[in-house]
């Protein structure tokens, strides 16, 4: 301060208000001057041109607003096609459930494209032998079941899409994903029961908080519970929009972001996922599903239709080659789940979601709940060339104990996930009130989400556990707005 | 809920702010996608067409008022007609006969017309707790139904309501009474019919109580769901933490609402020209659920309720005092909607592959797509800037 001003005490109260005001503006403009321009991208584009701003119970169910005529119609086939109910042959319309199924429309468990609930229906549970010891590649067991001897020995009924590296070998006589419901005149695999064990914990200030973990029953079709030692893994459906602009990341980019020997030293590993692809017949980057497991969208769909639903579809199909649906059916499903738009943000004026932002930068979550990065080419060209904040890397990471399933899954271990995205977060409970978080359902809210990380994301945890009440407020209202 | 939620003034100032600074940094949004995505920015004031920019406030009254107008008393009259089916189909499953067939069958049609007014509002608890896949899915699954009813499997309420969403609610009921082309008498149900339809109508008539209680009291042992859309935009509501999402979420079920109606419900079956994809096939009753649909979206827009005495507030009273021109359109093209599908010929299972109808159900489509655009294009800017 210039040590020549001086302030004589007549004038001070005129002078002290006027500098007030000026200070009120200053420190209200600059944080909206240097924010600009994240409003107009990073916080409203989420999706770059695929972004509409719809915050309701169809926020996920939006085509992308930057398709042709030609594109939309494509889109719209696809989204008749996620709404089939498909029902046992022979049937006038959509024929082909089953025999197992765990649901009969994807929209069933993807509700309004968005979870599913950790109850019958939408709640599935993998389930595999212990890992084999000799190496993981030279154990391919199987592209898929349809020349999978192995495979289609054990499944006379019905074909299954499994791929395993050998660590995860299927089950005899269960495969390796429990089918909870069948066709009339045929047991289910298994009867799968949910129960909930709670545990109290306390926050740094001393608040009590709850968290819930699933105890999962198993009853097999001979009234004996799972053999022990099987391994089990029970996931709810994620939401499916924005998947187009994952696919369309370059390798590269996702593979830089890697550092699975954490070279840097920071505790963050990322690691990724090699999986197969069915049609390529070579291991890939994975990109979709919980643990990576899927390396693109027509695979992916795929492999739900034939092991959700059980309808055999061109890429998994019957032993004679048929299929009960076709190559444009699969091809417009497939458009429809990479042309979903990615809803615009919502409150990022309010100073407490600016906040909450810092602080989840702060806690250091942005280190794998990666906000900003581009996409490359694609063959869908909405989705191509575009700024995206996912708040995702795509990498596996160690997320602790608490949270392990102990299945691993290609390279994936059993303690390792897929970062979640987090765009469109704040409109869990709009689209489908009361369904969970994270990959079983087990959180109840975005606290208790945050409270359940673990392994390289501990150091985190404790952060959100040991802030003061308003800060873990004010992060939690800026996931909110995603 | 006794305070008004007003805007609050920081965010007017905020976006004022907003384009001051815009201006001192001399590079003002520009582009429309980033304009027509400003949150909020614009405060209350709006500028209509033809008149000098005018300043109108929305009321947050409206969305109370399309829950506890239209929504909760719209799925009321849904239970109610539930129990009045499941009553009817215990009468005509203990003495039947065409006096009681008949019964059951005109107390389905009611329950239906009640059923498809709420389409439009089937978020929420219908989705979350399974109500609506119990209640209304479609297609049915005949093959394990057919098995079912040929098998000896013991018939009680607890199998009836672990049998899939393919074997129960409406088409099933729809199936059971009224056969495959609406020709079925009483005494061609087998006894097995009779022992499952009193328990599908049962099962049926809890559900749709349920769905109304998760609106009015809440279930579950969470609170009720009206509360959540009537408090948007207060602090701590998660799920709509602005005026304007609840606001759009009446707009958007209604779109939803034509949307399905226009393209799946009479643009599947038309471009198939194929009675099998007609959603109430059993019962010719496709047309009067796409008219309900429409009547339901109609409902919303006026923020009233057929038989509700109160005094109608709802986004057409908003839209009305922004653009007076504008809400008359609104109104307009919904009875046009709806005189366009009352000039299909019945039965529109028939009229589908019927090439002297075509037009008519071209036409009715076309009005449907007309009132969806003029919503899409028309209201939504209007609701995103409230």
Known sequence: MNPQFRLSTRQFPKVAILFAIAAIIAIGLAPLLTHRIDLQTQDLLAG???TVVNRTSLAFSQPAPNLTDKEVKLHKEGDRGFGDTFVTAPAPVNAGLGPMFNNSSCTACHIHDGRGMPTKGSLLVRVSLPPSQSNLAGQLTAANSGNNLHQSS????QAEASVSLGNAPPVPGLGTQLQDQAIYGLKPKATVEINWHEKTAVYEDGTPYQLRSPLIDIILPNGKPLPPGILTSARVPPPVFGHGLLEAIPEGDILALADPQDKNNDGISGKPNRVWDVRQKKLVLGRFGLKANNPNLFQQNAAAYVN?????????PEKNDTSEIDLKTLNAVTFYTQTLSVPGRTLINDPTTQKGEQLFTQANCAACHIASIKTGKHPVKAVANQSIYPYTDLLLHNMGEGLADGRPDFEASGSEWRTAPLWGLGLTQTVLPYSGYLHDGRARTLEEAILWHGGEAERSKEIFRTMAKTDRTALVQFLNSL | MGSQIRFPLTINLLGLTLVLASMVSGCGASGS???AISPGASGTTLAVAGSSATTVRFNPQILRNFVDNVVVPSNNQFAQRADVLSGAIAAFTKAPNAQTLKNAQSAWVKARAAWEQTECFGFGPAESLGYDGSLDTW?????????LIKSSDKLTAASVEKLKETEKGFHVMEYLLFGTDKSRQAKDLTPRELELLPLLGADFAQNANRLADAWSKGVEGKPAYRTVMATAGSSGNAAYPTVQAGAAQIIEGMLGSLGEVADEKIGKALEK????????RFSFNTLTDIKHNVMGSQNAYIGTFADAKATSLGISS??????????QKIKQQFEAALTALDK????FEKSISDPKATASIKAAQEAVNTLQNTLEKDVKPLLKSV
Do not use: H, R, W
């Open chain 2, 318 to 327: 908003y839209v009305a005092q922004v653009n007076p021109a504008l809400d």
């Open chain 2, 273 to 280: 020209k194929d009675s099998k994809l007609a959603e109430s």
């Open chain 1, 48 to 50: 770059g041109d695929t």
């Open chain 2, 33 to 35: 996608s980033s304009q």
């Open chain 1, 308 to 316: 959700d639903m059980g309808v055999t579809n061109p890429l998994f």
């Open chain 1, 154 to 157: 054990l499944f006379e009924s």
């Open chain 2, 139 to 147: 297609p049915i699954n005949e093959t394990d139904l057919k098995a």
């Open chain 2, 344 to 347: 299909v010929p019945e039965p």
